[in-house]
């Protein structure tokens, strides 16, 4: 079983930065992959970043050259996967979920994810 918990959400004006973080215990060995998915009102939830086992990472055009996934060294079955999300804008605001699942790669599609937390709200104001 895997335990994710995000923080690190809040408000911020348009054009500035935030970064979340997804603290990770449980059975979170050095071969679950990770991402990070949003959803807005009335939207459907989807792909933002992941990092594979290898470290490849992936971006949905959206975030692409603004948010940067990454995540710290493991320890004890505990790691923090991170979202540092620059030049933020209102279409960014949504709750963010972190993700995870035992495998070398996931990509953005969150039907490849068994476990997830419960979210972190980001509002960005113009």
């Known amino acids: 079983q895997v335990q994710l918990v995000e923080s690190g959400g809040g408000s911020v004006q348009a054009g500035g930065s935030l970064r979340l973080s997804c603290a990770a215990s449980?059975?979170?060995?050095?071969?679950?992959?990770m991402a990070w998915f949003r959803q807005a009102p009335g939207k459907e939830r989807e792909g933002v970043a992941s990092?594979?086992?290898?470290?490849?990472?992936?971006?949905?055009d959206s975030v692409k050259g603004r948010f940067t996934i990454s995540q710290g060294s493991q320890d004890n079955s505990k790691k923090t996967l991170y979202l540092q999300m620059n030049s933020l804008n209102p279409e960014d605001t949504a709750m963010y979920y972190c993700?995870?699942?035992?495998?070398?790669?996931?990509?953005?599609?969150?039907?490849?994810?068994?476990?997830w937390g419960q979210g972190t709200q980001v509002t960005v104001s113009s």
């Open positions: 993700a995870a699942d035992r495998g070398w790669y996931r990509g953005l599609s969150q039907n490849q994810y068994n476990y």
């Open positions: 449980g059975a979170t060995s050095n071969s679950a992959s």
């Open positions: 990092i594979a086992v290898n470290g490849r990472t992936d971006y949905s």
